[in-house]
């Protein structure tokens, strides 16, 4: 895919996961009232700050494809910005779901039917569709969507919750409700600090993975042009790499070196799609 049908794709897909988002709060939301269930309604305006969420991601993506003078290698990193503030929003649905739980006012069901099936609709489009965000943002390589894939998987864990919490407090065994928090809870935790970790890693210029830089020496290698490498280094912005190489070269051309540097690149860019620029110093 082209960086243009990268970006368009990207921006489809935060654009969907709006409408998920608006899908999810209006099912809960309704469902909620008409159950007289009180977690099920508090959840619903939950999924409104989602929507919060899910237009940063979008505002990310569309300022990411920017270009500006004052930023000439990019506004990529834009991305990374909207993960850590996903990864935020993520830590504050788990604290917000133990407080509500824990020290909230117990739920007083009037219409279990109502709410089970609100639920169980809100589990099944939130599960099929962290996966598939999932899926497209790995393809996309894209940070934020990412980020926001595992928000809506909390959203998954959220409604089990929920569910489990409506069931148990119907029989009497509101117990089982603080147990299932417990473990939901840890799970959301963790997402929020695998994510907050690679986009604190990202804008502070960590090295890309090990995988891509051994792809690019064994690239490099098949080059007969080239002496010697004398180090590979690269990092991550956003949804694309910059790749930083040191080599010795088999002339003492600067016309060729030069030109080689430009094919090189070339080469490099149509073996690993998401590398942005090849800097190469050469003697």
């Given at each position: 895919m082209t960086r243009e049908e990268i970006y368009k794709e990207k921006k489809k897909i935060a654009i969907f996961s709006i409408i998920v988002n608006s899908i999810l709060a209006l099912i809960k939301i309704f469902g909620g009232i008409l159950s007289s269930s009180a977690a099920l309604t508090a959840d619903g305006i939950h999924s409104v700050s989602d929507l919060a969420a899910s237009f940063s991601v979008l505002t990310g993506i569309v300022i990411a494809n920017k270009k500006a003078k004052e930023f000439p290698m990019g506004l990529y990193k834009v991305e990374n910005l909207v993960a850590l503030v996903s990864a935020f929003a993520i830590f504050f649905a788990g604290y917000e779901i133990a407080?509500?739980?824990f020290f909230g006012e117990p739920m007083h069901i009037k219409n279990l039917p109502i709410a089970v099936a609100a639920i169980a609709l809100t589990v099944v489009i939130t599960f099929l569709y962290s996966r598939w965000e999932k899926k497209k943002a790995i393809e996309l390589n894209s940070p934020s969507l990412m980020a926001d894939a595992e928000h809506v998987k909390s959203d998954f864990f959220t409604a089990l919750v929920v569910l489990v919490g409506v069931i148990g407090q119907y029989m009497g065994y509101p117990i089982i409700e603080k147990i299932a928090v417990a473990v939901v809870v840890y799970f959301i935790f963790h997402s929020g600090w695998e994510i907050l970790v690679d986009a604190?890693?990202?804008?502070?210029?960590?090295s890309v993975d090990k995988d891509t830089?051994?792809?690019?020496?064994?690239?490099?290698?098949?080059?007969?042009?080239i002496k010697h490498i004398n180090d590979i280094k690269g990092r991550n912005a956003g949804s694309f790499k910059f790749l930083y190489l040191d080599l010795d070269v088999k002339t003492d051309s600067l016309k060729e070196a030069h030109e080689f540097a430009h094919k090189l690149e070339q080469r490099i860019k149509a073996k690993i799609p998401e590398v942005e620029k090849v800097i190469t110093h050469y003697e």
């Open positions: 407080k509500d739980v604190i890693k990202v804008l502070l210029d960590a830089l051994e792809e690019v020496r064994e690239i490099l290698k098949k080059e007969d042009m």
